[in-house]
């Protein structure tokens, strides 16, 4: 089974299996490659076929570009499968948030992203 926890230094990615949301806490520089375990986590969430998943955001301040290009690309898996309805909710007070967020609308329109 995939860990449903990961953490590193500033960062925390974790899912609460009650509401079926994914927590990104913290600052995300990663490479490339080093977004496998995440990368993971979500492919196995999207395995088990949930009706719904909640991508939480508003706790994230800083994603890099690496990090974006991971949502885009589960996004375009979530295109590919049908299924789940996916929300996101983001933070209007976090720059980067604002920019590429809604981009994920691109590859999967049915998104819903939620700014508070």
């Given at each position: 089974?995939?860990?449903?926890?990961?953490?590193?230094?500033?960062?925390?990615?974790?899912?609460?299996?009650?509401?079926?949301?994914?927590?990104?806490?913290?600052?995300?520089?990663?490479?490339t490659?080093?977004?496998?375990?995440?990368?993971?986590?979500?492919?196995?969430?999207?395995?088990?076929?949930?009706?719904?998943?909640?991508?939480?955001?508003?706790?994230?301040?800083?994603?890099?570009?690496?990090?974006?290009n991971?949502?885009?690309?589960?996004?375009?898996?979530?295109?590919?499968?049908?299924?789940?309805?996916?929300?996101?909710?983001?933070a209007?007070?976090i720059?980067?948030q604002g920019?590429?967020?809604?981009?994920?609308?691109?590859?999967?329109?049915?998104?819903?992203?939620?700014?508070?």
């Amino acid at each position: 089974m995939v860990d449903s926890e990961i953490k590193g230094q500033g960062y925390r990615v974790w899912l609460d299996p009650s509401t079926r949301t994914v927590h990104f806490e913290g600052i995300l520089r990663l490479s490339t490659g080093e977004y496998q375990p995440i990368e993971e986590l979500l492919n196995g969430i999207l395995a088990s076929e949930p009706p719904q998943l909640c991508l939480s955001m508003a706790d994230l301040q800083f994603l890099n570009s690496s990090g974006i290009n991971m949502l885009y690309k589960f996004a375009i898996a979530v295109r590919k499968k049908g299924a789940p309805e996916i929300r996101v909710r983001a933070a209007n007070t976090i720059p980067w948030q604002g920019k590429s967020l809604p981009n994920l609308k691109k590859f999967l329109p049915s998104i819903s992203i939620t700014f508070d």
